[in-house]
């Protein structure tokens, strides 16, 4: 089933999360739901409070195509840094420049509960550090100089060419 992406000004965005304590049919109908809707948005990552769930849950489409369930995710180790482009299904038509880490490894539990960790870089990386300071009450503006409209991006690929 389809969610409803909640957008910047509704308080949910900047709650800190629950930890997830029961790994039943409620939480695969919610991540089962969290993917419909993340492949319905074009977006590469999706977290449980966008979609009003107060939960510490989050999806992300990896380098490969893959959708990654993390459920309870902490950060362990990071290395290097990138500075891109971000923007969030719940800020639609911002973007800004945000500098996160290279290389960003996660232990997580996955819908039964199992631990297991994964690293990525590039892109996934940057994925899962915003996803996961969704689940804290965050939103990718806080690290970011300035946004910037769709007119202005565009703008700026064509000084470029």
Excluded at 12 to 35: G, Q, T
Excluded at 43 to 57: D, E, H, K
Excluded at 73 to 82: A, K, L, S, Y
Aim: include cysteine.
């Amino acid at each position: 089933m389809l969610r409803t992406i909640i957008t910047q000004g509704d308080p949910a965005l900047n709650k800190v999360c629950h930890p997830v304590s029961k790994f039943d049919e409620k939480l695969w109908a919610l991540l089962d739901d969290m993917r419909e809707t993340l492949l319905d948005s074009n977006g590469v990552g999706l977290a449980a409070p966008q979609v009003g769930i107060l939960r510490r849950a989050v999806l992300v489409i990896n380098g490969q195509d893959e959708i990654l369930e993390l459920i309870n995710p902490t950060i362990v180790h990071t290395e290097g840094e990138q500075e891109d482009m971000e923007g969030c299904l719940s800020v639609p038509g911002k973007w800004g420049f945000v500098k996160r880490p290279m290389v960003v490894r996660v232990r997580a539990q996955d819908r039964n509960g199992n631990w297991f960790e994964v690293e990525d870089e590039g892109l996934t990386a940057r994925c899962f550090c915003h996803e996961l300071d969704h689940l804290d009450g965050h939103l990718f503006v806080e690290h970011t100089d300035r946004l910037y409209t769709p007119e202005e991006l565009e703008g700026m690929m064509e000084d470029e060419q």
